[in-house]
């Protein structure tokens, strides 16, 4: 039945919301996290989402759920700052910082946040209709 | 077609139909941040018509099941987006919020109908 399934695809898209507000929060506890070289740096974090396709249904299923395919790193640079008394400067006095962009975290979060919120809005309202369905013709 | 399906007329489908368009587009919703993801939606018109008798599978053999109505690929359209993300995603939330409240208000309409000929119905056969 198409209602159970909504559960279902709102549940998934809570848990991938979730991984996401998890990334966030990753990133901006490191956003201060030094390293002694830019391999070691810390990079943020990005959950990749990618559509479910149920194997049993192909194309003629309606409703697609969506799960984290994958969590990619930050690409840009990590930027160099010269600090010799770092104890985690290297032989040059130079540590390296986390690539975090506290403006580009907040706004995931936000946006994740929201997306989190229309899951809910969703299964709660198809709840409803199912519990609506079921008490149909009592009176 | 039994008496009783005539009876209730097109609502039951119409409220099956609803069901899955709610869940196409609680999918959309579930893949509002999905990179590449194309927003669905049912053709009302074109889904109720292939709900219809003559998309079922035959039923040839007492031990076949009876197909339940599904969508064909024709009746999944894809929404043309108002402002399409670099991504390529073309879910507006807003749009989908909006199209699901929709879908569900339609849905409940749908089952009233089918309340009131059902409770007619029941009407007829107590005699009241």
């Keep these: 039945m198409s209602l159970t399934n909504i559960l279902k695809l709102a549940g998934g898209a809570l848990n991938a919301q979730t991984v996401r507000l998890n990334t966030v929060a990753s990133n901006l506890a490191n956003i201060e996290t030094v390293a002694s070289s830019e391999a070691q ?6 959950p990749v989402f990618a559509t479910v396709l149920e194997q049993t249904a192909s194309e003629l299923q309606s409703g697609f759920g ?6 990619s790193e930050k690409t840009g640079v990590n930027a160099k700052v010269f600090d010799p008394n770092n ?25 994740a946040s929201r997306a989190y919120e229309t899951g809910i809005t969703t299964a709660s309202t198809a709840r409803e209709l199912m519990m609506r369905t079921l008490d149909m013709n009592t009176k | 077609m039994s008496s009783i ?7 039951p489908t119409a409220a099956a139909v ?11 919703i579930a ?22 008798e003559d998309m079922r599978l035959a039923v040839t053999h007492i031990k076949h099941v009876e197909s339940s109505e599904q969508l064909t690929r024709e009746a999944l359209m894809f929404r043309v987006p108002l402002a399409p993300a670099r991504d390529g995603n073309t879910v507006e939330t807003h749009i989908e919020e909006a199209a699901y409240g929709d879908a569900a208000g339609r849905y409940l309409a749908a089952l009233r109908f089918t309340e009131g000929a059902l409770s007619g119905m029941r009407k007829a056969y107590r005699g009241d």
């Design chain 1, 66 to 71: 969506v799960n984290v395919l994958q969590i």
């Design chain 2, 5 to 11: 399906d005539k009876a209730l007329g097109v609502f």
């Design chain 1, 87 to 111: 104890p985690l400067a290297d032989p040059d006095g130079y540590i390296y910082r986390s690539n975090v962009n506290p403006l580009e975290e907040i706004t995931d979060m936000l946006d």
């Design chain 1, 41 to 46: 740096a810390y990079r943020a974090k990005r």
């Design chain 2, 31 to 52: 893949n509002a941040s999905t990179p590449n993801y194309r927003a669905r939606d049912v053709d009302f018109k074109r889904a109720l018509a292939d709900a219809g």
């Design chain 2, 18 to 28: 609803q069901a899955r368009r709610l869940e196409v587009i609680a999918g959309n």
